[in-house]
């Protein structure tokens, strides 16, 4: 396959050959020759450009539990790639060798036809962008994501959920059933990521669960950043307010990485938010990154039966009446087929 210049698909012209990407929500203005903040579009000539089209950092089968999604397609693994560069720049990234950096000088691009083929041949039953924010792919994820479709694969992005929403429906539209957002912070959170307005992320959420995808929700709590009690409580009481009840969260342990050094979230104030979650009215709430099987087990939200229970990312017990709680009938939101016959090394 010989590759072009690979033309962007959300973007408008503005005067003198100025454009507007509107991939995501910083929506780029950009003149010639400049390179918007994710380093991965081009104005070139007053045409976008998507230079980081097939250019992957990483490809690698993942369980989808490790996403995490507890509630699609449990058991599954999905073939996970990712490309370079960020719109957010966290200071605790975890993959800040890939989100800060550029895109190597000598890009090989991989066609989404050989991705689509490997996932088929080592047995995946999905496609996953992660590891680096996906809207540095976007392009090559609507092809991608559509290819799959056509070989009955999923589609799932890792995301901090910061795409316009015209670009959530074209994802939606090309296959991407599946998202998995971080919800990063509060309009308290001062010391970093102070031009991002976190609302629109609730706001994207629910515009992907009304255009018919699944949901799961990622709150990272990062000491000294989003782990006060105003922002515990504003990013419950929206996730509440946007996603209703039934969409899971993840309340997850920050880890000290790249430029931010404050000691990792303590138990006492992950179990706090989980608690308080509870006490909202949220049925599924999850506590990660802490190792411990149980804060990571489905429960009826109803009877409280247990009905699944995970250890290193796979599912080591399952018991659903097809979407049904078996002892009281209670319906459980789990989007796609629990895939029981796979057995890998529990990582
Ligand atoms: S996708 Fe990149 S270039 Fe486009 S608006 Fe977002 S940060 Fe800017």
């Known amino acids: 396959m010989i590759f072009v210049e690979f033309q962007a698909r959300l973007y408008e012209k503005l005067e003198d050959d100025i454009v507007r990407c509107l991939i995501c929500e910083r929506r780029c203005v950009l003149k010639p020759d400049q390179i918007g903040i994710c380093k991965n579009y081009l104005n070139s000539s007053g045409k ?3 230079l980081g089209y097939g250019v992957l950092s990483a490809i690698e089968s993942r369980p989808i539990e490790i996403k995490p999604l507890f509630h699609y397609w449990p058991n599954s693994t999905a073939l996970t790639f990712s490309g370079y560069g960020c719109n957010f720049y966290c200071p605790w990234c975890q993959n800040h060798h890939l989100s800060f950096s550029s895109l190597p000088e000598d890009s090989k691009r991989i066609p989404p036809e050989s991705l689509v083929e490997h996932a088929l041949k080592i047995g995946d039953e999905g496609l996953c962008a992660s590891f680096n924010e996906p809207a540095t792919l976007y392009d090559y994820l609507l092809d991608l994501f559509e290819l799959g ?7 799932v992005l890792v995301t901090n959920g910061y795409f316009t929403e015209k670009a959530l429906e074209k994802l939606v539209e090309a296959g991407a059933d599946g998202y998995s957002i971080d919800i990063k912070g509060c ?11 976190h609302e629109k992320i609730f706001r994207n959420a629910r515009h992907l669960i009304d255009l018919g995808a699944h949901v799961e929700m990622v709150y990272l709590m990062v000491t000294g950043y989003n782990d006060s009690d ?3 409580r504003w990013i419950l009481e929206k996730h509440l307010d946007y996603l209703g009840p039934d969409t899971p969260i993840h309340v997850n342990r920050y880890y000290p990485a790249h430029n931010w050094k404050k000691p990792s979230t303590p138990l006492r104030k992950l179990l706090m938010a989980r608690d ?4 909202l009215g949220i049925n599924y709430v999850y506590v990660g990154n802490v190792g411990l099987t149980d804060l ?15 250890h290193g990312y796979r599912v080591t017990y ?7 709680c078996p002892r009281c009938g209670q319906e459980i939101p789990i989007r796609g087929r629990y895939v029981s016959e796979k057995s890998l090394p529990i990582i």
Do not use: M, Q
């Open 296 to 310: 990571e087990t489905t429960r009826c939200p109803k009877c409280g039966k247990i009905l699944i229970e995970r």
């Open 149 to 155: 479709k056509r070989s009955n694969l999923y589609g």
């Open 48 to 50: 976008l450009i998507h």
């Open 318 to 324: 399952y018991k659903l009446d097809g979407d049904k």
């Open 230 to 232: 105003d922002c515990v």
């Open 276 to 279: 308080e979650a509870r006490k």
């Open 187 to 197: 309009p308290s959170a001062r010391s970093a990521l102070t031009s991002i307005d």
